[in-house]
């Protein structure tokens, strides 16, 4: 079985149908017991052994920057900022 090394996680949506709960944070940060859905699609890449992960960013870019810095993977995934939506 060939495991993936690479693995991009996309968190640039508007989160339109989560409204009113993405008012004011994007929807990957959004928590679920206790933690918030990005770091447990992290967790779960982490543990099936992807090394580089990337975080695409949009809605929010900054508050999902702070929560992928403090998320503290080594390395760190790398976050990508969409100026423009790309839909």
């Given at each position: 079985?060939?495991?993936?090394?690479?693995?991009?996680?996309?968190?640039?949506?508007?989160?339109t149908r989560m409204r009113p709960?993405?008012?004011?944070?994007?929807k990957p940060l959004l928590p679920?017991?206790?933690?918030?859905?990005?770091?447990?699609?992290?967790?779960?890449?982490?543990?099936?052994?992807?090394?580089?992960?990337v975080v695409n960013a949009h809605?929010?870019?900054?508050?999902?920057?702070?929560?992928?810095?403090?998320?503290?993977?080594?390395?760190?995934?790398?976050?990508?900022?969409?100026?423009?939506?790309?839909?």
């Amino acid at each position: 079985m060939i495991v993936p090394t690479h693995a991009m996680i996309l968190a640039a949506g508007l989160g339109t149908r989560m409204r009113p709960l993405t008012d004011d944070r994007p929807k990957p940060l959004l928590p679920l017991e206790g933690r918030s859905l990005l770091h447990h699609a992290m967790d779960r890449l982490r543990d099936s052994g992807v090394a580089e992960i990337v975080v695409n960013a949009h809605w929010f870019a900054g508050q999902i920057a702070d929560s992928v810095a403090g998320y503290g993977a080594k390395p760190p995934p790398r976050v990508l900022h969409e100026g423009d939506l790309l839909e």
